[in-house]
């Protein structure tokens, strides 16, 4: 496992403005945008977690790692609107790493399906985890 420190833009107005982007998000601003919000929202009611995400040597990630006391939650996130099982592959992989403690997976995505990718996860679009579409971000 490779062990580094990741930045997560809490505004991500900021970011835009430090990169000069005017246009929609891009990928990796969504992943970060959609993490974003997980931890504010996970902080403002006070859940006790641990976030990190999860990257190997031999190419395996995932997005988001959410440690409690309960167990491990994996969290992918794509920025279209469809998911396939395919997605939930690097959930699926990354399972034995956690053992007893894993919980569940989570493909969040900006569509409008939710549904069962594999035994163990979850295609979740932004709007219905997150209660609102991160799409009014794009304009």
Same mark, same amino acid.
């Given at each position: 496992?490779?062990?580094?420190?990741?930045?997560?833009?809490?505004?991500?107005?900021?970011?835009?403005?430090?990169?000069?982007?005017?246009?929609?998000?891009?990928?990796?601003?969504?992943?970060?945008?959609?993490?974003?919000?997980?931890?504010?929202?996970?902080?403002?009611?006070?859940?006790?977690?641990?976030?990190?995400? =999860?990257?190997?040597?031999? !190419? &395996? %990630? *995932?997005?988001?790692?959410? /440690?409690?006391?309960?167990?491990?939650?994996?969290?992918?996130?794509?920025?279209?609107?469809?998911?396939?099982?395919?997605?939930?592959?690097?959930?699926?992989?990354?399972?034995?790493?956690?053992?007893?403690?894993?919980?569940?997976? =989570?493909?969040?995505?900006? !569509? &409008? %399906? *939710?549904?069962?990718?594999? /035994?163990?996860?979850?295609?979740?679009?932004?709007?219905?985890?997150?209660?609102?579409?991160?799409?009014?971000?794009?304009?």
């Amino acid at each position: 496992m490779i062990k580094a420190p990741k930045m997560v833009w809490i505004d991500l107005g900021i970011q835009r403005i430090l990169s000069g982007q005017t246009g929609g998000l891009n990928g990796e601003q969504y992943e970060n945008g959609v993490v974003a919000q997980i931890l504010t929202t996970l902080w403002s009611l006070g859940v006790r977690f641990r976030p990190s995400f =999860l990257r190997t040597t031999g !190419g &395996l %990630e *995932v997005d988001l790692i959410l /440690e409690t006391e309960h167990g491990v939650i994996a969290c992918e996130i794509k920025s279209r609107a469809t998911v396939s099982a395919r997605d939930a592959g690097g959930i699926e992989k990354a399972r034995h790493f956690f053992g007893d403690r894993f919980r569940g997976g =989570l493909v969040i995505h900006r !569509g &409008l %399906e *939710v549904g069962k990718l594999t /035994e163990s996860t979850w295609a979740m679009p932004d709007w219905f985890l997150l209660g609102r579409s991160l799409r009014s971000l794009t304009a």
